[in-house]
Structures are given as C-alpha cells and as structure tokens.
C-alpha cells in the first residue's frame, strides 16, 4: 500500500468528520498540530467543548518510529521500526441521553508489511433502542458492501475487545472491530475509507436527536458514574492508548479520550425496575440487527 495516499486519506476523513459534527453542533474545534519527538511524523489533534459535545476530540496522526521491546512483542510483524496513520476519535456528549460514540482506522506498517484495524461503538447511558438497532444496521450495511468485511465476525470482536474483564460487565453496546486485516490490501482500504466517512451518517442522527432533550440531575449522575466504566477501560485495556503511551506519543492526543467529568461511587447499584437498571440489560450482547 502506499502510505502517502492512506495518510492523506485519513487527515480527509478528519475533515470531513469535524466538519459535520461542527454543523450539528454548531460549536468550533480547538486544532493542535503536533511534532512526533521520538521520531518522525506528527499530528492534528481537533478538540470540541462546549455545551451539545461537552469533550469530544477527532485526532490524526502519522508516525515513523521505533518500538520498544515489550510493545514489538506485542504486535505482529518483525523489526522494531514502524509507520502508524489513523483516526481516532471520541464524543462525549453533554446531554445524558445521547451516547458516547468511539471510532478508528488505522494503518500500521512494520518491516514493509501492512494492516489495517479499527472499528466503531456505541456507549449509551439512557439507551435508545431504536438508535441501537440502527446504528448496527448501518455498520451491517457498510460491511455487507465489502467481501472483505464480515459484520457477525467483527460484531462479535467487538464484544469481546469492549469488555471491562474487572467489572464483568460490557462497556457499551458494541458495534464492529477488527484488527491485522492484510490479505486484501486494497480492497481492504475500500472497506476502512467507508467506515470513516460513514461516521457522520451513523451517529450524527443520534446525537441530533436526543443532544437537547431535557434531563435532570439523577439523569447527569448515573451518566457521570458510567463514564467511571469508560475511563477504566481505556486505561487498562484500550490498545490505541497502550499503543501511544508505549510509543512515546503525544499525551495530550492520547488521553484526548477521557470525558471531562466523571465519577465513582462506591458500591452503587441502581434500583430495580429503573431507566439505569435497564442499562445493565441492554449492554449484554444482542443480536441487534434482528430484534
């Protein structure tokens, strides 16, 4: 693959993104333009705070460095020089009934070979499940468009990769992940360019939905303690931020992820019979495209 067009393909996918949630949010981006310092390359990191998105950040990044030796054990491919390109991107928005949503696609490179990953998901706090099933059918129909993509498979990848082991509890609802995808290059890039600009199709409806409904303060506390689930899954599972921290990479880029409040209550469990109990139904793994 050549990684010059899959980068400038990727910072388009960026711009297409901000643009969009610019437009539904009517709120502007912060841009931070950074320098890889451990190597070469860098990034565009674009933060949005306001009022309808409270945190959200919508990164690109292009880096040529060297990996540690605990890291390169961990991937696959041989040598510890490596190319890393993608987009990653997470909205937390304010209103507690609109999810929070994460997506990436990346290109990793080591001694001449290439893959691809990423992947989307959905993190509701008061589900919808009507935006539920259709966002899964929107991912079923972006991979239904490639011979390369399987939705069951990567449904089901899914649910596994976003599973907080601690709590023995799902993070969210799912959607679709995948990872070391290198059989089919270009077919393969095909797949991953529909995944990004299909994003703002697949959430922004949502967020515009439920991003002014009224809530009260019950309804900002359970979302403030479920972000908790969000925050401890990135810092001891997520393999983008092991990936950065493990690489040296920008800190500020690499946490853009947290959500901007949060809390821990200790040994809360909601009542029986209530919205937040429901939640705990929701995120066990459905087959949500048929239900």
Known sequence: MNKDIITKTFKEIQDYICMGLTEISGQDFHEDNWIYEDGDGGGRTRIFAGDSIEKGGVNFSALNGVLSEEMSSKLKGGGRDFFATGV?????????????????????ERAGKGWFGGGIDLTPYYPNRTNIINFHKSL??????????????????????????????????????????????????????????????????????????????????????????????????????????????????????????????YNWSPENNTPEAELYDVIKPKDWVNL
């Open 88 to 108: 990653s991107l997470v909205i937390h928005p304010k209103n507690p009934f609109a999810p929070t949503v994460h997506m990436n696609i990346r290109y990793i």
């Open 140 to 265: 079923k129909k972006i991979c239904d468009n490639h011979d390369i993509a399987n939705y069951s498979k990567f449904k089901e990848e899914c649910d596994k990769y976003f599973y907080i082991k601690h709590r023995d509890e799902a993070r969210g609802v799912g959607g679709i992940f995948f990872d070391y995808l290198y059989d089919n290059p270009e077919p393969t890039f095909e797949f991953i360019k529909d995944v990004g600009y299909g994003f703002n199709d697949i959430y922004l409806p949502i967020l515009t939905e439920q991003k002014d409904r009224d809530y009260s303060d019950n309804h900002r506390e359970f979302q403030l303690y479920r972000r908790g689930r969000y925050v401890e899954f990135n810092l001891v599972y997520d393999r983008g931020t092991l990936f950065g921290l493990e690489t040296q990479g920008r800190i500020e880029s690499i946490l853009m992820s947290l959500p901007p409040l949060t809390s821990w209550t």
